[in-house]
């Protein structure tokens, strides 16, 4: 199953850098999108607090099956990489900034390394902590992630405390 997952990813990686995978943008509400990938994460995952802080009239430009799976991405990698000692617990917001709309997805999981912040959207890039045979993983998720953003002409950023969390950034045109 794992193997199946890391060339599945490697696949997609591979279309978009071809620019082979052909995005269907359309005007969304950005509440009742993220309210979707909530709900379908506290259906199959109990045990993740997930809370969502967005207003109504949020609306973006967005491919919602590119961007749905740019955003399971980030909480699928919270979920790997949480702390065994707690629960993980997440929010996700939208903040607007002018004619900027940041979806901000914050965790309480294990945090990653000062020194290995710049070069986790690299692909193949794991960290050292990263490398255990239970969470297996491409290295390919948070290069995806960029990828998917970068063709929505927006882009992300990452902050992370070690033992503290992290908090990834989408950055958007509003609609």
């Known amino acids: 199953m794992l193997n199946a997952r890391i060339i599945e990813e490697l696949f997609l990686y591979s279309k978009f850098d071809a620019e082979a995978v052909h995005f269907h943008f ?8 993220l309210t ?22 949020v609306y973006v430009h967005i491919d919602r099956m590119q961007m749905n799976r740019a955003i399971t991405n980030l909480i699928e990698n919270s979920m790997k ?5 707690e629960p993980l617990c997440m929010i ?13 997805i914050k965790d309480n999981g294990q945090g990653i ?10 692909r193949f890039y794991r960290g050292e ?14 290069a995806i992630v960029k990828q998917i953003v970068e063709k ?3 882009h992300v950023k990452i902050q992370s405390k070690l033992h503290y969390g992290t908090t990834v950034t989408i950055i958007l045109g509003k609609a």
């Open 26 to 33: 359309e005007r969304i509400q950005l509440a009742k999108f």
């Open 36 to 57: 979707h990938i909530v709900e379908e994460f506290q259906l199959y995952n109990r045990e993740v607090q997930l809370e969502l802080n967005v207003v109504k009239d």
């Open 81 to 85: 990489f949480k702390k065994p000692t």
């Open 92 to 104: 996700l917001e939208v903040v607007v900034v002018d004619d900027l709309v940041e979806i901000v």
């Open 113 to 122: 390394s000062e020194l290995q912040l710049p070069y986790v959207f690299d």
């Open 129 to 142: 902590e990263a490398r255990t045979s239970t969470t297996g993983g491409s290295g390919l998720g948070f």
């Open 152 to 154: 929505h002409n927006g």
